[in-house]
């Protein structure tokens, strides 16, 4: 099953995964939407053996210039979101079972224009922690991925044109790798965390090029 907020993206994503994908609207900024998903998710599959929640937006936008309803944005969507779908979704997750988080190199490593975004990211990684340690007793892993610069195209879509390419350029000179990463590298990463990194939780795995890291 996948989710998003817009129903052309999920028929794309659908018919590119396959005719076996349940695609669902669903806004992670909305709790109702959330309970609604968590009744889907029942009728659907009746209990779930991972969770990966991915959903998150970013702002480039200077500290000074920061106002109140882009940082409500940012923190909703980033962090209220993840926190009430994972709590809503507790209870279909098998013993065994996993959450994967999607953090970011942005809650390690000071990235200027970033700030209220960074600081969700890194409420993220907080709270990777702390629901490893409490969903011990269920059996149930939690994690977080951390990407990098990742070329997604949300930079296309968020900045003007002129503007994202020049960011990306500058980002990518940054990355000791010296190159964006792909959507693919992430999902291997999360994929992994998910079914395989069996004795691993509470950690979060870089997916960066080696920005966070030396």
């Known amino acids: 099953m996948i989710t998003g907020r817009t129903q052309a993206k999920l028929d794309t994503a659908r018919e590119n995964i396959g005719n076996n994908t349940v695609a669902v609207l669903s806004d992670a900024a909305s709790l109702t939407d959330i309970d609604e998903l968590a009744d889907r998710v029942k009728a659907e599959f009746g209990t779930i053996d991972a ?28 962090t209220k979101g993840p926190y009430f ?3 809503r979704l507790t209870p279909l997750l098998n013993a065994g079972s996993s959450v994967v988080f999607t953090t970011s190199i942005a ?29 011990l007793p269920k059996k149930i ?23 994202a390419e020049q960011t990306k350029a500058q980002m990518s000179q940054q990355i000791p790798m010296l190159r964006f990463g792909d959507p ?17 939780t509470g950690a979060e795995f870089p997916v960066d090029g080696g920005g966070s890291q030396i």
């Open 184 to 200: 693919l590298e992430v999902a291997k990463a999360a994929a992994f965390l998910a079914f395989d990194a069996t004795y691993t």
């Open 141 to 163: 892993r939690v994690n977080a991925v951390s990407p990098g610069p990742i070329d997604t195209g949300i930079m296309d879509r968020s900045m003007p044109a002129e503007a």
């Open 51 to 78: 969770l990966f929640i991915n959903a998150g937006i970013t702002r480039f936008i200077p500290f000074e210039s920061m106002t109140e309803e882009v940082y409500d944005e940012l923190l909703t969507i980033n």
């Open 85 to 87: 779908t994972v709590q």
């Open 107 to 135: 809650n390690r490593v000071g990235i200027p224009m970033l700030n209220a975004y960074a600081a969700s990211k890194a409420a993220l990684r907080s709270m990777t922690r702390s629901l490893a340690r409490e969903l």
